[in-house]
């Protein structure tokens, strides 16, 4: 069964271009989450879909990304317009359920985004 | 903030020696996870425990929890250069994970 995949697995961009990255989770997880780690610091929670539907944005930066996962598969994280302090690691992960009962969330290999 | 700190920051051992990473948190807890990750590659979970368990085993990895400090500690026994990697504690708040910032773990062969 394949995991969580993400691309790129690598992201060079300028700042002030757009980037957009891609999360395709484990087939049938209908959690879906992005976290990131920026700078070397703690990994930071971003959001969490449940299917195609935001349940919890609380962890997004600013208004400069945008997550989408529309249909309820895959999602996608577009940052526009970038910002240097944006570089870190981005991951996203899946879990089959939710809620206060622990259900494992699956990483996928994270994408590296360097602001220059 | 509910996020763990880990210490040390970094740590560098022989290869065949003990690794001991440890993590404290701040609010009340359902269970904490010890997850890896290896340069270049996805978080990886390692082991999971209880806020009833005071310790678990899985292979090399020992886990401890004290609810009472607030406090888990990582232990990974003969250690390997594969073991090479961050380590992380995790919560759960919600339906998020809350990470704390992790320890770099060098095993020197």
């Known amino acids: 069964e394949a995991g969580v995949t993400q691309f790129p697995s690598h992201s060079v961009i300028e700042k002030g271009q757009t980037v957009t990255l891609r999360c395709d989770p484990i087939?049938?997880?209908?959690?879906l989450y992005w976290y990131r780690r920026v700078m070397g610091k703690e990994i930071k929670f971003l959001l969490h879909?449940?299917?195609?539907?935001?349940?919890?944005e609380s962890g997004m930066p600013n208004n400069r990304f945008l997550a989408e996962r529309t249909g309820g598969t895959y999602s996608t994280l577009k940052v526009q317009p970038a910002e240097l302090e944006d570089s870190g690691v981005y991951f996203c992960?899946?879990?089959?359920?939710?809620?206060?009962?622990?259900?494992?969330?699956?990483f996928g290999p994270g994408t590296r985004l360097t602001v220059l | 903030s509910q996020q763990g700190e880990e210490d040390p920051q970094a740590l560098s051992i022989q290869e065949g020696e003990n690794a001991t990473m440890n993590c404290s948190y701040k609010?009340?807890?359902?269970?904490l996870q010890w997850y890896r990750q290896n340069s270049g590659r996805g978080l990886v979970h390692l082991i999971l425990?209880?806020?009833?368990?005071r310790e678990k085993h899985s292979g090399r990895l020992r886990v401890t929890l004290d609810t009472s400090k607030k406090s888990s500690s990582l232990l990974i026994t003969a250690s390997r250069a594969a073991d090479t990697a961050s380590y992380f504690c995790a919560t759960v708040y919600g339906n998020k994970l809350v990470f704390g910032a992790g320890t770099i773990l060098r095993v020197k062969s």
């Open positions: 879909f449940v299917k195609e539907s935001k349940q919890d």
């Open positions: 992960a899946s879990s089959l359920g939710q809620g206060v009962v622990f259900n494992e969330q699956f």
């Open positions: 425990i209880r806020s009833n368990e």
């Open positions: 087939s049938g997880h209908d959690n």
């Open positions: 609010t009340s807890i359902n269970n």
